[in-house]
């Protein structure tokens, strides 16, 4: 009879004895993405394994947590659990999450399958190749979680069409496309190191703990079986980031760029999380700049500590980011309230209370810069003019926002960069943006700005009108404008039976 | 390095490149200080139109919407094209006075405060 391995064997046979020599092929040739980045690798069997999982075990532990998962859901659903939630508002910050980040877990699906096959090392391929699993395992589990919402909700009907075709979707979608369509070393510090090592806190925290304030139990269970796999994204992130600093120092300065842009990119990514954070939780857990202040300064100032013994600096445009955390929900809040006619979910006036919380939080910025505008959207609210801008507003070339972000010494200034390259001028939220343009302007001449695609006849039209209902497949009156007087809302005000 | 590829010489395909709006270009048009609008506004407008129909006809449909827009004393605004100092000549076509595919034109009205003073 065989004799029975024991596990340190068992998982050596199951990872690195994957692998094996190349005797009469060339090895460059079966790992062709592995030298244009400039990354030096002089020896892979220096690779720690983050997870030490094999794959047996790697499904033995899932499938037991999705037995749990899915009994969970299948509760919530029988009990109309939808019917806890604080406030029909809250739903809408869910609508966010489906059509803007579950679709990105697919995309990180794609991404480290893709890695997995590229990588020389076969340890980081099992890792990469594991945690491409999870990402698949997610974004399934999220659709679930949120399916009961659709039987009851508007706005959730069309989340992956929406996802490549809506104009503030193209955020999402273009972030992890630059990723994806860069090699495989930067893939890994944009999305394993940057992402989920360092920004994943100040995304799913907040989403996860909104749910958990607002009575939402199917999205924070989601959350709670996602949470080891989380675990294990973060060690895969570190191993990679010491691994590529330790294995060359001509290394150092390259990481260092990929740093500073995806850092960059993932702050401007996360404004999103911030004005869920600050406006659509009826039940406010913090505010995004309390939760900047924990997730980033002080847990990513440790960090960096950690990283400067390799000459790892904190990533540029840090000074920046800092005053910006003042600033950024207002902003990007304001210019969904007005365009919530183009919007996938509803959009709102903050009540008396709210705006006396953001006051609160916010001291220094918020009844100077803030409350005015909201001030006036009831002024004009209350004369029957209920605000929607008129007009499609500029695009930022590199991160796909509206220019909506000014000046942070000058916050009643838009902040206005641009540059000329091959004869077109192309415009910026931020020097931010505009390096990482500069730096690699051949990539983002093809960004796919949504504003211009309206303009060049790509989207249907000939209104926006036709664009929202047609291209995009938006029910109008339905899915959009204002959260007073929608469906939505009759329907919640019927179930409860107020009038 | 315009692009770090996998290809040599790779070359990404300009997706706004002008021919591609039909015949139009496009002109930003923001109003500073004037926070009511998150963003500047883009319009896809002939080059051959002159400034005074983009100013008369193209832009109040949005801006009208600000208390304020109907005071701006079109002669005293000061005008910024694409960053620089700029003296519009109201008869003369966009293309002809610089005003080209993708320019970004702001005007200032430092009279007017905004609502409550605020700047918004």
């Not at chain 1, 960096?304 to 000459?311: N, S």
């Not at chain 2, 002109?27 to 051959?48: I, K, N, S, T």
Request: a negative charge; aromatic letters at 16%; charged letters at 25%.
């Amino acid at each position: 009879m065989a004799k029975k391995l024991n596990i340190k064997d068992k998982y050596r046979l199951l990872t690195r004895d994957l692998d094996w020599d190349f005797s009469y092929e060339d090895r460059k040739e079966a790992f062709p993405f592995e030298e244009f980045e400039g990354i030096k690798i002089t020896d892979w069997s220096k690779w720690e394994d983050p997870f030490r999982l094999t794959m047996d075990s790697y499904w033995k532990y899932q499938a037991e947590k999705e037995k749990k998962l899915y009994a969970i859901f299948d509760a919530f659903s029988q009990n109309n659990g939808h019917l806890n939630v604080s406030d029909p508002r809250y739903v809408n910050a869910i609508k966010i999450f489906l059509t803007g980040v579950s679709p990105l877990e697919y995309q990180a699906y794609q991404g480290f399958a893709h890695v997995g096959r590229q990588f020389g090392g076969v340890g980081a391929r099992v890792a990469c190749q594991m945690q491409s699993l999870d990402e698949l395992r997610h974004v399934q589990t999220q659709i679930h979680a949120m399916s009961h919402y659709n039987k009851f909700f508007d706005g959730f009907q069309d989340y992956s069409h929406m996802h490549d075709r809506v104009w503030y979707l193209s955020v999402p979608k273009s972030f992890f496309n630059d990723a994806r369509a860069a090699g495989p070393f930067e893939f890994m510090i944009a999305i394993g190191f940057s992402f989920e090592y360092v920004l994943t806190n100040l995304l799913f925290v907040p989403f996860m703990s909104g749910a958990a304030h607002n009575g939402d139990m199917a999205t924070v269970t989601f959350g709670f079986s996602a949470q080891s796999d989380e675990a294990r994204h973060m060690t895969l992130g570190l191993e990679v980031i010491k691994f590529l600093l330790e294995q060359h120092e001509d290394n150092v300065p390259i990481v260092q760029k990929w740093i500073d842009k995806w850092f960059w990119r993932g702050s401007r990514l996360l404004t999103i999380v911030a004005m869920m954070m600050d406006y659509m939780l009826p039940n406010k857990v913090m505010s995004w700049k309390e939760a900047w202040e924990v997730y980033f300064e002080e847990a990513g100032g440790a960090l960096f500590k950690d990283l400067a013994r390799y000459g790892i600096k904190m990533p540029k445009y840090a000074e920046t980011i800092e005053k910006e955390k003042e600033h950024i929900s207002h902003q990007a809040w304001w210019t969904f309230y007005t365009h919530g006619h183009a919007a996938g979910f509803h959009t709102w006036i903050p009540t008396d209370e709210e705006l006396d919380w953001l006051s609160e939080k916010y001291p220094e910025t918020f009844d100077k810069y803030y409350r005015p505008r909201w001030e006036l959207a009831k002024k004009m609210e209350a004369e029957g003019k209920r605000f929607y801008t008129k007009a499609l507003p500029q695009l930022c070339t590199t991160c796909q926002i509206p220019m909506l972000f000014t000046e942070m010494d000058d916050p009643t200034q838009i902040c206005y960069r641009d540059t000329v390259y091959n004869g077109d001028r192309y415009h910026f939220c931020s020097d931010g943006c505009k390096d990482i343009f500069e730096d690699e302007p051949e990539k983002y001449v093809q960004s796919w700005l949504p504003v211009h695609q309206i303009f060049q006849g790509n989207c249907g039209g000939p209104d926006v009108e036709n664009v929202l209902a047609d291209f995009y497949r938006m029910n109008l009156g339905a899915d959009n404008m204002d959260m007073t007087d929608s469906p939505d809302e009759k329907r919640w005000k019927q179930w409860k039976g107020v009038a | 390095m315009p692009v770090n590829a996998i290809t040599p010489d790779y070359k990404g395909e300009v997706l706004d490149k002008q021919e591609n709006f039909n015949g139009n270009q496009v002109v930003y048009v923001g109003w500073d200080h004037h926070m009511m609008f998150c963003a500047a506004f883009a319009y896809p407008v002939p080059p051959e139109m002159s400034f005074k129909t983009l100013l008369h006809e193209v832009i109040p449909e949005a801006f009208s919407l600000h208390e304020e827009f109907s005071s701006v004393n079109w002669e005293t605004t000061e005008w910024l094209l694409d960053g620089q100092p700029f003296i519009p000549q109201m008869d003369v076509s966009l293309k002809e006075q610089g005003v080209n595919h993708k320019s970004l034109l702001r005007f200032q009205t430092p009279e007017l405060k905004g609502f409550q003073n605020a700047g918004v």
